[in-house]
């Protein structure tokens, strides 16, 4: 995919390392000068001395050379990207643990992974999307007056393919052709302390660089979601969002998610999405527009020592079958409760993430091979896979800025057969559901949730929008009002005076 920007492979790399242990062994010269001086063998002239300085110039001069050159071919196929739409309000959800709805305008980046203009990006940039645009790159001028203008940027309107929450990416298509684009790196290893790249548009500041080396390979910040990163320490800030994480062959190797700060800004830890799950994501909206995974029929979770102790289990580590469906595959397969899980597929299982891993990155349609422990005993197992569709959608991306009900301050939406998946079982067929809190609510609004289903208004029964805009709009101030509403599973009732 990136035949239109092809170089000799590994020239970059090697010129790179070159200059990096050319830099190390001249940072050295001064400690060994010292040390020689001390033993009466130290360079005296200054002429020799002089040419130390001149080949510390030259190898600096090399390296300035290399990642020049790097940013140069790989920048053309990163791209800003602008979404303008309806969503939640961040500040009404830190303050209240609520979301609030209100137009947004937001920038991230995304990079180019096919010439005929699919671009990949993160989930959470696209999120309650109304128009999305890429902002083509403006190769940079020598000088500021050859700077090119804002109005001379190319911008095309794109297309959202399909997103997936759980691994936070998205897939993008412009109409164009021959445009710049960056492999995937899916099969490389990737190593700790290796030079990288990131290139996006932190605060709106498109074509941003900055270099760093990989932290760590496989890094896990919240153990609670099985999904893991590459952590880096070159500076990505708000923005580069979508951008990719770029190793010295020009390939993408991962793809810039997150940032853990306390100021706000880049602190030296930087997340990406490992290449490996940047591809079968990627391959999977392409060609369903969703994702598509193996599913077996049986939960489980991370093994700790409390939960070994209690369960005598035979180790403190790994990962346990902590639920199997009825009539499902695995129990087809002869799985039980409280099985260890060795291996799938022939891989070792370290941890929930491996598990995890392992079963997204399976075929949907093979069968699964999987070793477990079941007290001292060690069994294998053939266990036919379940196709997973990944459809769950965010009550956020059903915001709509025309379904406001400014007496409730609320944005709602009709319980009708696309919403009814999303919530557990509601009482009813028909309802209002909250999908937000809009901007400026009131005390009395302001009980109302996201995920709330409005069944009735002053014991008349609403089924629609309509019907809640039209009770609404007879209302009275210091007129009472009772709404009849489920949250979570449980019917209540909320009350309180119209407001003025």
């Known amino acids: 995919m990136s035949r239109h920007m092809s170089t000799p492979r590994g020239h970059a790399k090697l010129s790179l390392l070159a200059c990096v242990l050319s830099i190390f062994s001249v940072w050295a010269s001064p400690i060994a000068l010292a040390q020689t001086e001390k033993s009466d063998t130290a ?37 800003q990207i ?43 940039v696209v999120e309650s999307a ?10 940079p001028g020598a000088s500021p007056l050859e700077m090119p203008a804002r109005g001379q940027r190319r911008t095309l309107d794109a297309v959202l393919i399909g997103t997936h929450k759980e691994s936070d990416l998205a897939l993008l298509k412009v109409e164009a052709h021959g445009l710049p684009a960056l492999e995937i790196a899916a099969t490389r290893p990737v190593y700790p302390g290796e030079l990288v790249l990131a290139i996006g548009s932190p605060e709106g500041l498109q074509g941003s660089v900055t ?25 990505i800030n708000s923005g580069n969002s979508g951008g990719p994480l770029i190793d010295l062959d020009g390939h993408v190797i991962g793809l810039n998610t997150f940032i853990l700060t306390r100021g706000g800004g880049s602190e030296g830890l930087g997340f990406a999405i490992p290449a490996r799950v940047v591809r079968f994501v990627y391959d999977s909206l392409r060609k369903y527009g969703f994702v598509q995974r193996a599913e077996i029929g049986a939960g489980a979770q991370e093994i700790t020592p409390p939960l070994a102790a209690g ?46 891993a392992a079963l997204y990155l399976h075929p949907a349609d093979q ?47 009709d319980l009708d057969n696309r919403i009814r998946p999303m919530l557990s079982r509601p009482r009813y067929s028909s309802g209002v559901v ?37 009770a609404t709009q007879a209302m009275k101030p210091g007129q009472a009002v009772v709404l009849q509403i489920e949250r979570g599973n449980q019917m209540q009732y909320i009350a309180f005076e119209w407001g003025y």
């Open 311 to 356: 369960l005598g289990l035979s180790r403190e580590w790994g990962v346990l079958i902590s639920d199997v469906a009825p009539a499902g595959p695995a129990e087809a397969a002869g799985l039980k409760s409280q099985d260890i899980i060795n291996a799938v597929d022939g891989w070792q299982v370290f941890g929930l993430p491996g598990f995890t």
């Open 367 to 413: 069968d699964l091979e999987v070793d477990v422990l079941r007290g001292s005993k060690k069994i294998s197992v053939v266990v036919p896979a379940l196709q997973h569709r990944d459809k769950r959608v965010d009550l956020a991306d059903l915001i709509d800025p025309h379904n406001v009900i400014d007496g409730l301050g609320v944005c709602v939406v």
């Open 434 to 470: 909250v999908t937000a809190r809009s901007p400026g609510s009131n005390i009395y609004s302001s009980e109302l949730a996201p995920g709330d289903i409005i069944y009735g208004m002053n014991q008349k029964p609403i089924e629609s929008v309509q019907q809640l805009r039209s």
């Open 211 to 235: 270099l760093g080396i990989v932290s760590s390979v496989w890094r896990q910040p919240n153990p609670d979601v099985p999904l893991v990163f590459i952590q880096t320490d070159a500076a």
């Open 130 to 139: 109304q128009r999305i645009r890429v902002a083509l790159p403006q190769p």
């Open 43 to 79: 360079i005296a002239t200054a002429s020799e001395r002089a040419s130390v300085a001149a080949h510390g110039s030259q190898t600096l001069h090399q390296l300035n050379t290399s990642l020049v050159a790097l940013t140069n071919r790989v920048s053309p196929a990163v791209v």
């Open 82 to 124: 602008v979404v303008d739409g309806y969503g939640p309000s961040y500040e009404e959800r830190l303050r209240n643990n609520v979301s609030g709805v209100a137009h947004q305008r937001t920038i991230g980046s995304g990079v180019i992974v096919d010439p005929e203009g699919y671009i990949l990006t993160n989930a959470h």
